[in-house]
């Protein structure tokens, strides 16, 4: 199975900030890389996929991109609604494994 | 509107049975793979199993595999996940998620989440 190793776990930050979270594969996944956001309680949003294609309707502070096996997520400007948890995911093959996630929290 | 909705979670013994539904409006459920994911509380999302379309192919998680199993009715527009000889350790929300591939690979419509307890 292919491993997603995400980083930092835990991330405190400034409304302003720019965040980036960081998600490496255990082995080569070409672009089929997704993140998600999450809320407490709430299904995980779509922000990203094929590495770096911004989803439709996201604000385009959200970036991702790609160098070999290891994919970034990047927020521009934090917002107020940015602080949330997130999550990267593998779709090369199955299981389509997430990462253990990144929890975005006010400094 | 574009929605999945799951139902059927709920409280029950260890080595019990129980089938979670995923009900699909507003998209053609049959042109899509389908999949199930879990979140056993305070931790991260665990992909459960995944149907094509036209059910001929089926996968499942390491965790799960022998004892769930996922099929869907299209004349329904319903997605199942059939759950046997539940474990503590199956405790979490379930979501259904609608898989999308034109243009590249992700899970683009998500439901709201049943909750499964299992608990002596």
């Known amino acids: 199975d292919i491993q997603l190793t995400q980083s930092p776990s835990f991330l405190s930050a400034s409304v302003g900030d720019r965040v980036t979270i960081t998600c490496r594969a255990s082995?080569?996944?070409?672009?089929?890389l997704a993140w998600y956001q999450q809320y407490p309680g709430k299904a995980p949003k779509l922000l990203i996929y094929t590495a770096s294609t911004l989803q439709s309707g996201v604000p385009s502070r959200f970036s991702g991109s790609a160098s070999g096996t290891e994919f970034t997520l990047t927020i521009s400007s934090l917002q107020p609604e940015d602080f949330a948890t997130y999550y990267c995911?593998?779709?090369?093959?199955?299981?389509?494994?997430f990462g253990q996630g990144t929890k975005v929290e006010i400094k | 509107q574009v929605q999945l909705v799951e139902s059927g979670g709920g409280v029950l013994q260890p080595g019990r049975s129980l089938r979670l539904s995923c009900a699909a409006s507003?998209?053609?459920?049959?042109?899509?793979?389908m999949h199930w994911v879990r979140q056993a509380p305070g931790k991260g999302l665990e992909w459960v199993a995944v149907i094509s379309h036209d059910e001929t192919n089926k996968y499942y998680g390491d965790s799960v595999r022998g004892r769930f199993t996922i099929s869907r009715d299209n004349s329904k527009n319903t997605l199942y996940l059939q759950m046997n000889s539940l474990r503590t350790e199956d405790v979490a929300v379930y979501y259904c998620a609608r898989g999308f591939t034109y243009g590249g690979r992700r899970f683009d419509l998500w439901g709201q989440g049943t909750l499964v307890t299992v608990s002596s």
């Open positions: 995911q593998q779709l090369s093959s199955y299981p389509q494994t």
């Open positions: 507003g998209f053609t459920f049959s042109s899509y793979a």
């Open positions: 082995q080569g996944i070409s672009s089929y």
